[in-house]
């Protein structure tokens, strides 16, 4: 029995040394490893061995088999090796070739707009600043002239936050836009003031295309000694021609803010069709960007501001607004659905 193991390891190891391919090899290891070879045959017969051969030929037949696999496993590698030497000497395999690029993301469409209209106001000498989502209704409404019961407050769909206080208020919600960061400025500041605030605001809405529950507005606020209503236009008139095109022209008419005296929407001459009336502009030629004011000067007492020495301009625009505007994109809600397909036009 001991003779007949030397034999196939013998036998083995001399064919292994002829072997020169993979396909070769696994023929090898059927032959000699596998379930029907001698080897295995002289494994399975030990239990029939008297005790003491069984050892002596167990442990032979054992090591026999260590020492086959490891041959195996040796000659393997060595194959592996030359077929890849043999691969590159054909060409086949290109080590100068690049590799893979990793995918490169890019800035969301609507931060692209916040970033631009942001660094039109700062070349002109505004700060950008951010506050609170989440807000005390005196700066949402108080602070800004809307007290409580006053009709203006229908202006806004508020979502109130389920806080309540001892007196039984519920004096918490989703800012509804970020004019009460006007007050929480001027509260810590005195004038000159000029500061741009974008961030999100939020709306108890129903969503459609011109409808979501959170979105992007920029506020501005200008306060010093003689300001005026020219220079509001002539700010808001440059940053339309920045954003818009040199050519542009600006229409400011009445409206209506608690918070400013007086109170005007401003609106640019259509881009599409310069006037003439077209889809984009509803037929009027002209598309409505932004509520703007002078500072009421109840706002301005109120931040203990002598509303006889200063006065001031604030604005407010919706930035997924202007986004649709400048990309011609038609529904508010492609913004947040993450559709990649979207995404990756901007
Ligand atoms: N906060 C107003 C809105 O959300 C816009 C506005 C800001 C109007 C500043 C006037 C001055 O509708």
Same mark, same amino acid.
């Given at each position: *029995? ?7 390891k013998?036998k083995?190891i ?6 020169? %391919?993979?396909k070769?090899?696994?023929?090898w290891?059927v ?15 030990l ?26 496993a ?11 030497a ?35 106001f700062?070349s *002109?000498?505004?700060?950008v ?16 002239n809307?007290?409580?019961d ?5 202006m ?12 039984g ?41 011109t409808h979501?529950? *959170? ?6 606020l200008?306060?010093?000694e003689?300001i005026?209503?020219? %220079? ?22 009445? %409206? ?6 007086p ?10 069709c310069g ?37 001031? +301009?604030?604005?407010? *625009? ?16 492609? +913004? ?11």
């Amino acid at each position: *029995m001991l003779k007949k193991l030397d034999e196939i390891k013998s036998k083995a190891i001399d064919e292994l040394s002829g072997i020169s %391919d993979i396909k070769a090899l696994e023929d090898w290891r059927v032959r000699y490893l596998g379930k029907k070879s001698a080897l295995t045959q002289v494994l399975r017969g030990l239990s029939a061995l008297p005790v003491g051969e069984r050892k002596r030929v167990g442990a032979s037949a054992n090591e026999t088999k260590d020492m086959l696999e490891a041959a195996l496993a040796q000659k393997s590698e060595e194959l592996k090796e030359t077929e890849l030497a043999l691969a590159l000497e054909r060409g086949g395999l290109d080590v100068t070739l690049p590799g893979r690029p990793i995918p490169l993301g890019r800035l969301h469409p609507v931060t692209q707009i916040l970033q631009e209209i942001c660094d039109i106001f700062a070349s *002109m000498g505004f700060q950008v600043v951010e506050g609170p989502e989440v807000e005390w209704d005196y700066y949402n409404f108080e602070a800004l002239n809307i007290p409580r019961d006053h009709p203006a407050r229908d202006m806004f769909s508020t979502f109130w936050i389920d806080f309540e206080n001892e007196r039984g208020e519920r004096p918490m919600l989703l800012r509804t836009h970020t004019s009460p960061m006007q007050i929480r400025i001027m509260e810590k500041t005195r004038p000159p003031v000029r500061v741009v605030v974008p961030g999100k605001i939020y709306r108890y809405e129903a969503t459609d295309a011109t409808h979501e529950t *959170m979105l992007y507005q920029i506020e501005g606020l200008a306060v010093d000694e003689n300001i005026t209503l020219a %220079d509001l236009k002539g700010t808001l008139y440059e940053f339309a021609r920045r954003l818009f095109g040199a050519e542009r022209r600006v229409r400011f008419r009445c %409206d209506y803010f608690p918070f400013v005296e007086p109170g005007a929407e401003m609106a640019i001459d259509c881009f599409i069709c310069g006037g003439s009336g077209c889809r984009l502009c509803s037929n009027t030629g002209w598309i409505e960007i932004m509520g703007a004011g002078m500072v009421h000067p109840g706002v301005l007492r109120g931040v203990d501001y002598d509303p006889d020495t200063y006065t001031g +301009f604030a604005f407010g *625009m919706g930035v997924e607004r202007i986004a649709m505007l400048r990309y011609g994109i038609d529904d508010i809600r492609l +913004f947040y659905s993450n559709d990649l397909r979207f995404l990756r036009q901007f």
